[in-house]
């Protein structure tokens, strides 16, 4: 069984810095492709950033140059870097992975940017 956990969120103050952990264990021998999605409180889940097996990625526009997706495949470990934090970016943020085929997601860590 492929569980993803994800690890990093907290309280930071605006202007801050936060890198988020997505590790998948379990019997895993590819991962095809790998995201990370937030929802805040009253909105729907969005996009934040996507990686492929081959390494390109893709980001929600109005986060492209704050926020960082970087994978690690010995480790089975997605990454997301994020700078300059902004109130507007708490959030619950989720993590997803395409393991054989089948989509996975993890549990959800809190990032909460206030002063």
């Known amino acids: 069984q492929v569980q993803l956990v994800e690890s990093g969120g907290g309280l930071v103050q605006p202007g801050g810095s936060l890198r988020l952990s997505c590790a998948a264990s379990?019997?895993?021998?590819?991962?095809?492709?790998a995201g990370w999605y937030r929802q805040a409180p009253g909105k729907e889940r969005e996009l934040v950033a996507q990686?492929?097996?081959?390494?390109?990625?893709n980001y929600a526009d109005s986060l492209k140059g704050r926020f960082t997706i970087s994978g690690d495949n010995a480790k089975n470990t997605m990454y997301l870097q994020m700078n300059s934090l902004k109130p507007e970016d708490t959030a619950v943020y989720y993590c997803?992975?395409?393991?054989?085929?089948?989509?996975?997601w993890g549990q959800g860590t809190q990032v909460t940017v206030s002063s």
């Open positions: 997803n992975m395409l393991i054989h085929f089948h989509l996975y």
């Open positions: 379990g019997s895993i021998f590819s991962i095809s492709a």
């Open positions: 990686i492929a097996s081959d390494g390109s990625t």
